[in-house]
């Protein structure tokens, strides 16, 4: 039967996966399991459950017991449109915690500002739904799938349009890169590849976000890997020129934030958390800057930015304003 022979290949790929030393390969087979697993489950000869399970059961066992679970950490089994789902689904749950900023100029200004990046960004196929926080900490982040969350408090600590742009590219590079899909097969790995290939997949959306039940679950997919940290700020100072902004709004941000925590330690907590710059991050970030062929007439500020921070109301705690004290 079909079904059988399915089974036989994955079982054979499976055991070729784990004698393989190379992530890169490792990764590679990992996808053609997958993809041969769906032919599986499309196959009207390979309807059966069992043998389906069977097969994910034994590639997942392979995996565990050679010690290649650490391939997870750079393999996503999301299809494009369960990223999406997903990640509608988790704005759903965080919309239900936080407070939005409602000013329609403010908001506007931040989608036009976001969506100039994404025009310019390698996966602007997908649309992008961006969300203003209101509330005074400065950060930002990404859900999978085109869902930005910008809050007021880093809008108000961006000293130039181009900082507030680098820190938006850097988050629409953590979608660019599907890091919060990849950071989903990590934490749920094996029951999100079992469910897959299994072909139990039509309400996966609503068990993986039963599994993140709560706005704390989601937000933990957000501690990205210092791999995965580089890799968009890699493509965030590549994205800040294409889309006419100074490549080192990125670089001039990370600098302010170090030389503000230096004085006020704890300052920025919450953003420290999740996307801790370091000195290592501004010089690469500078060297990658500088090593894109010069462009003239690349924005740094504007007047419209300066009109959007007049709208904002004063921070409780500005930490700008003490540094100018100082």
Do not use: W
Not at 39 to 58: D, K, N, Q
Not at 205 to 221: C, E, P, T
Not at 265 to 275: C, I, K, N, R
Request: aromatic residues 6%; neutral net charge.
């Amino acid at each position: 039967m079909r079904s059988l022979s399915l089974f036989r290949r994955a079982a054979n790929l499976s055991a070729r996966l784990v004698r393989s030393l190379s992530l890169r390969t490792t990764t590679n087979r990992l996808a053609r399991l997958v993809r041969l697993a769906r032919m599986a489950r499309l196959s009207r000869m390979a309807r059966s459950l069992s043998i389906r399970t069977a097969a994910a059961s034994l590639t997942i066992f392979l995996l565990t017991a050679s010690g290649c679970g650490s391939v997870f950490k750079d393999v996503n089994v999301l299809s494009e449109a369960d990223e999406i789902a997903l990640g509608r689904q988790f704005s759903r749950e965080i919309e239900r915690e936080i407070k939005l900023y409602q000013d329609p100029e403010v908001v506007r200004y931040v989608d036009g500002l976001c969506q100039a990046l994404v025009l310019h960004s390698k996966r602007s196929n997908i649309p992008y739904y961006i969300k203003v926080v209101d509330t005074d900490e400065v950060n930002a982040f990404a859900l999978p799938g085109g869902f930005l969350y910008v809050n007021r408090g880093l809008i108000s600590i961006s000293e130039t349009e181009a900082e507030l742009a680098g820190v938006i590219a850097h988050e629409i590079a953590h979608v660019v890169a599907r890091h919060g899909a990849k950071a989903l097969t990590r934490q749920l790995g094996l029951e999100i590849m079992l469910g897959m290939i299994s072909g139990r997949n039509p309400t996966g959306v609503q068990r993986i976000a039963a599994q993140l039940a709560g706005i704390g679950g989601i937000l933990s997919m957000l501690h990205h890997s210092r791999e995965a940290e580089r890799e968009a700020d890699t493509l965030a100072v590549v994205n800040l020129r294409e889309a006419g902004y100074d490549p080192e709004g990125l670089t001039g941000f990370f600098e302010k934030l170090l030389e503000i925590n230096d004085r006020d330690p704890g300052a920025f907590a919450t953003l420290f958390t999740t996307h801790p710059p370091s000195r290592e991050r501004i010089e690469n970030t500078r060297e990658q800057a500088a090593a894109l062929p010069v462009l003239e007439g690349l924005i740094t500020d504007s007047e419209r930015f300066r009109q959007i921070k007049d709208l904002l109301p004063p921070l409780e705690k500005n930490p700008l304003e003490k540094e100018k004290a100082e």
